[in-house]
């Protein structure tokens, strides 16, 4: 998998560069990272890549021609087929399965912006997609591009130890994930549930998918009109209501 990123800030990234589940798909040559800064594409002796914004208004945007710069050496590297993304508020909201999308496509080049954001017809010509991580604002697409590469990497084969944790993760089954628990048993005054150290293995898948299938409908309601629950889940959600109105009638 071959990522490349545009920003005038390639240092914020060391973090995930450094640590964790990156940093080991990095040297195990699954994932590879190219930095291009725009800055080193500026056409003044300043080395200018922002200027004032045509109409008014406050702050500073990033002028096109850098950034195509900046592009066009990392399409060079990576290959023209990359798929070109602008990371924006404006965006479409970025989720799970725009991250699968991303490790079939094996590449792509993450544009992140500073100030007010970019020239609108550098979007137009070079921007195949435009992805928000969500509705709230950030200083720079930096972070957002992080939580990206942090997404994908985990879909990447072989970048996770454990085979299972993707297929088993929230919304692999659209429904978000069951509670977990470790030692000590009693923590708190609070005992983990019987149901989980008795052995019965039928019980506890059960037992996790109701708690899936409950947390959905009580958190996140809207996840389940895109779903068509079996019987079975039809079931065991009704019983989670029911046991839940029981206690709270307690
Ligand atoms: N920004 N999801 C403004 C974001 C953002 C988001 C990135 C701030 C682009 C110009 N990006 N710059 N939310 O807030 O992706």
Redesign the pocket.
Known sequence: MNIGVITIFPEMFESILKSGIVAKAINNNLVSITFSNPRDFAEDNRKTIDEKVFGGGPGMLMMAPPLEKSLKFLKKKLGDDSLVVY???Q?KKFNNVLSKKVVNNNKIILIC??YE?IDERFIETFVDEE????D???T??EL?SMVIIDSVTRFIPGALGDKCSVEEDSFENGLLDYPHYTKPRVYNGKAVPDILLNGNHEKILDWRQKQSLGRTWLRRPELLENLALTDKQEKLLSEFIEERKNLMNE
């Open positions: 990371v924006s508020p965006g912006g500073r954001g992805w928000s991580i969500g709230y604002v950030l720079g697409g957002a």
